[in-house]
């Protein structure tokens, strides 16, 4: 069975910072993308960032370009997403996610959200002085 375990998550001040792990477990495709998705209340959610488990090629989205950094740890299955500068919009709760489409070194884009096959249930990160 395919689990994916985010930790990490709670409360910080406007311009903070807070890191979030997640590792994956039951699941040997090493040439896949692990990626962060977000949910704000009352919103839809939201693409945040992608890496690629196979050579941590990474994606980041508008929102977060700048302030967020992905990356990979010595052991593949899991990630480290460091977020700096926070701010109350980014108050959401953190998904991670595994595709089996890898996002390798030159691919255009990551794969879409449709093609995330596994999901975690989600830390929540709060952001509020």
């Known amino acids: 069975e395919v689990q994916l375990q985010a930790s990490g998550g709670g409360l910080v001040q406007p311009g903070g910072s807070l890191n979030l792990s997640c590792t994956v477990s039951?699941?040997?495709?090493?040439?896949?993308?692990m990626g962060w998705f977000r949910q704000a209340p009352g919103k839809e959610r939201e693409r945040v960032s992608h890496?690629?488990?196979?050579?941590?090629?990474?994606y980041y989205e508008d929102p977060v370009k700048g302030r967020f950094t992905l990356s990979r740890d010595i052991a593949w299955n899991t990630v480290h997403l460091r977020m700096s500068s926070l701010k109350p919009e980014d108050t959401a709760i953190y998904y991670c996610?595994?595709?089996?489409?890898?996002?390798?070194?030159?691919?255009?884009?990551?794969?879409?959200?449709?093609?995330?096959?596994?999901w975690g249930k989600g830390t929540l990160v709060t952001v509020s002085s």
């Open positions: 996610a595994v595709s089996r489409i890898n996002y390798f070194s030159g691919a255009a884009t990551p794969p879409p959200t449709h093609e995330y096959d596994y």
């Open positions: 890496v690629s488990l196979s050579d941590s090629t990474t």
């Open positions: 039951g699941f040997t495709q090493r040439d896949s993308t």
